[in-house]
Structures are given as C-alpha cells and as structure tokens.
C-alpha cells in the first residue's frame, strides 16, 4: 500500500515569492495535516483539513492557507516568503475518524529561502 | 497547555548496550501517546500508539510503555541501524487533530 506522497521533495524560493507544497494521503484517509519542522525546533502543528474543509489551523500567519480536493489530496500555500519559512514541511493523513488518532506522515519538502 | 518534554536530548549507545528514553507529558484528557522515528532529512515513521496507563506495545528490539504522567521506549540490544531521533507526541482530548511533538531524542548506536 502507497504511503502518504509530497511534492516536490526541495524547493529554493527568494523572499517575498510564493510557494505551493502538494500532498496525497494514503488510500482511504480522508484526513490531512500539515506541519512545519525548522531547523532546531520541534514539528509545529499548522492544518487540518478533513473532508474539504479546514478543521483547524495552528499559530501561524494567514499567509500559510490551503485547500484540500475532492480526492482528499491537498495543497498548502504560502504567500509572502520570508526567511524564517525555510523548513521541512511534512504533511500526515490518517482514517478521519476520530478513533485512533494516528498520523501517517510523508516525506516531506524542504523548503529553503534565500 | 498541552506539553511533552524528552530526555535525554541525544544518547549514545554501544551496540547491545540497552537503554530508555523518556517522554513527560501534560495533556488535559489523553487520547492518545505517539512513539515516532525520524531519520535525517525524512518524514517520521510510525512506530507505537499507546492509550492508557499501564499500557505496553512492543516491535522487534523496541517496546513502549505509559503511566499517567510519562512514556518510556525501551531499546533492548540495540544495532547501530537503529541510530535515528526518537519523537514522542500526545493528542489531547478536544478533537483538533493537533499532534503536540517533543523535541525528541537523537540516538546514535556505534558498532
């Protein structure tokens, strides 16, 4: 069974550019998260999207939004780069109910800004 | 808040020497405790759920455990491919599909 997919693996934007990060669950989830890892620090909760809507958001800027498509597959986007984005941005699926809770994640795109 | 805090930070281990990482959460109603790996530059690998005090969840040299207030993973004779970090998480019991990480623990197993 397919794992959960990310594209594109890495990613060099210049500050003030915008960027669009593409993830595909595991068959069958219906749930998608996204999360920030900077170098340093632990992995920052940013969304949740279950079923095309957004369920949750994190503590970050409104610059960092997305969607998620009829296939359960998502996009997040981040408008207005500046330096500190530059992370690894891991997106995680899991089953929608709320019974395990478990996450899935994939591997990844690392994004630098210069 | 919701917290989880790791220790050690980093451990080193001569292959077949055995040891623990601990995990400290505080959490408003558990749902869940989250045992994960994570090796350079990839996403983390799933390894353990656990749900309850008193709880334990074994895979191959790795077994997990939880009481109350912390989570153990035990390594048991440990080979130099199990070198990665070691990431715990808790999810609360509001259904905000929030994982609350610790920063984890980086084991590296010499030979």
């Known amino acids: 069974e397919a794992g959960v997919t990310q594209s594109p693996t890495h990613l060099i934007k210049t500050r003030g550019q915008q960027v669009t990060l593409r993830c595909s669950p595991i068959?069958?989830?219906?749930?998608v998260y996204w999360y920030q890892q900077a170098l340093g620090l632990g992995l920052q909760f940013l969304l949740w999207y279950d079923e095309g809507e957004e369920r949750n958001r994190g503590n970050f800027p409104p610059r960092f939004s997305g969607r998620q498509f009829p296939n359960y597959s998502s996009e997040l986007n981040v408008n207005a780069l500046e330096l500190e984005d530059s992370a690894l941005y891991l997106c995680a699926s899991s089953s929608g109910l709320a019974v395990t809770y478990e996450q899935y994640f994939g591997p990844g795109t690392r994004l630098t800004v210069t | 808040e919701d917290q989880v805090t790791q220790s050690p930070e980093a451990l080193r281990l001569q292959e077949g020497e055995s040891s623990s990482l601990n995990c400290s959460y505080t959490?408003?109603?558990?749902?869940?405790l989250f045992w994960y790996r994570q090796d350079p530059g990839k996403g983390p690998e799933f390894l353990f759920t656990?749900?309850?005090a008193g709880e334990e969840k074994e895979k191959e040299r790795l077994k997990a455990t939880l009481t109350k207030k912390e989570s153990f993973l035990h390594i048991t004779a440990p080979k130099p491919e199990d070198s990665a970090t070691y990431l715990c998480a808790v999810h609360g019991s509001s259904n905000t599909g929030k994982l609350i990480f610790g920063q984890g623990t980086t084991l590296q197993v010499k030979p």
């Open positions: 656990l749900y309850s």
């Open positions: 959490v408003s109603g558990l749902r869940g």
């Open positions: 068959s069958g989830h219906t749930s």
